[in-house]
């Protein structure tokens, strides 16, 4: 078995190759029990496919909400409820089928269950693909808050099959996109100019694995997010906090939709204080505005964002911390910013 992507602790294989991967693991480790968590969309268009992948008998299906307002406390309650019930025990395996609240959550639950049992993740949404199943962090959110609660805690396997991206619709297609994006501007030229020139985005084997190629160096760096890991969260300060703000209102934001604004702010900031060329700052601009919808942000909600940011998890000793960039690929950490140039970023993805 050649791995398509190695981390130090688990793989990342794509397609028919890794559900091979995934019957060896099973047949070969002695589980107790397998659960396989799903949540209403996957149970109704991943599930079949999965089952047709894999030659694994016997599994109990754990159901979860989708939705991020979803990915709280109150669901890794049913979980833990739910697999306990079932007998569920220290050396049960949990498989994760579904977009980044399914692989958070249930990498969640599988890391206290017991201090902790054994989990794969199969992402079914481009931005679990790319993003929220690789790298080992879990987590829920804690009130509106994004994943303040979580832990570092490695799957044994992740698959990653672009089949089941047939089953997304296009705006989720393009949340997952954001972070495609994001990868090429904190990694290299090649790929973002690669990126950047695209009217129409593709969504194939490459780009999916080159993507998660950027963030897997990155993490096998530093893993526990003392820098280097910092950069994956570019254009995450602003755009958590409009992700936070929007949540159960009716202006509610795909993950991607507010990480494009982040970067769009962000960007913006990184001309003023590190003169990031300010021809690429417009031509991202150009770009993300012809992807996504424009977004309304009311002045009292600008204020709100910048109140929201005082609880990112990047934050230190009362400080908010961005990652900046002064060039693609030359990030720069943990730099405070003033509260004008943020309105005025704000101001200007508004413009
Ligand atoms: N999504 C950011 C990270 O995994 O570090």
Redo the contacts with the bound molecule.
């Keep these: 078995m050649n791995i398509d992507i190695s981390a130090k602790e688990y793989s990342v294989i794509f397609s028919k190759k890794g559900f091979n991967y995934l019957n060896n693991i099973v047949k070969n480790s002695n589980y107790s029990k397998v659960f396989l968590h799903v949540d209403n969309n996957t149970k109704k268009y991943c599930l079949d496919h999965f089952l047709k992948q894999t030659n694994l008998k016997n599994l109990e299906l754990i159901e979860s909400k989708d939705g991020e307002e979803n990915k709280n406390i109150n669901s890794c309650l049913s979980l833990w409820d739910l697999i306990s019930s079932l007998g569920g025990d220290r050396k049960s395996l949990v498989i994760n089928l579904g977009g980044g609240v399914v692989t958070d959550m249930g990498g969640f639950i599988a890391s206290t269950f017991k201090r902790g049992i054994d989990y794969i993740n199969v992402p079914t949404t481009l931005l679990s693909m790319v993003?929220?199943s690789v790298?080992g962090?879990t987590g829920i959110d804690f009130g509106i808050l994004k994943n303040q609660i979580g832990t570092f805690y490695d799957p044994k396997l992740v698959i990653v099959d672009p089949f089941f991206l047939n089953t997304l619709p296009k705006e989720e297609l393009l949340s997952g996109y954001a972070e495609v994006f994001k990868h090429s501007m904190i990694n290299d030229n090649n790929q973002f100019n690669e990126l950047i020139i695209k009217k129409e985005i593709s969504f194939d084997h490459q780009t999916i694995y080159k993507s998660i190629l950027v963030?897997n160096e990155i993490?096998l760096k530093d893993k526990k997010?003392i820098k280097e890991?910092k950069s994956?969260?570019y254009g995450h300060t602003i755009g958590h906090a409009i992700e936070s703000l929007f949540l159960n209102t009716n202006k509610k934001l795909l993950h991607g939709e507010a990480i494009s604004i982040g970067i769009i702010s962000e960007t913006y900031i990184s001309s003023k204080l590190f003169n990031f060329p300010e021809n690429k700052l417009k031509s991202i601009k150009s770009h993300l505005n012809s992807l996504y919808k424009k977004v309304e942000i009311n002045e009292l909600e600008i204020y709100d964002i910048i109140d929201l940011l005082k609880h990112d998890k990047k934050n230190s000793h009362g400080k908010v911390n961005f990652i900046l960039l002064e060039d693609i690929g030359k990030p720069v950490y943990d730099k405070q910013v003033p509260k004008d140039l943020i309105i005025e970023s704000l101001k200007y993805y508004l413009s």
């Design positions: 993003d929220a790298g962090k963030k993490v997010e890991r994956l969260n």
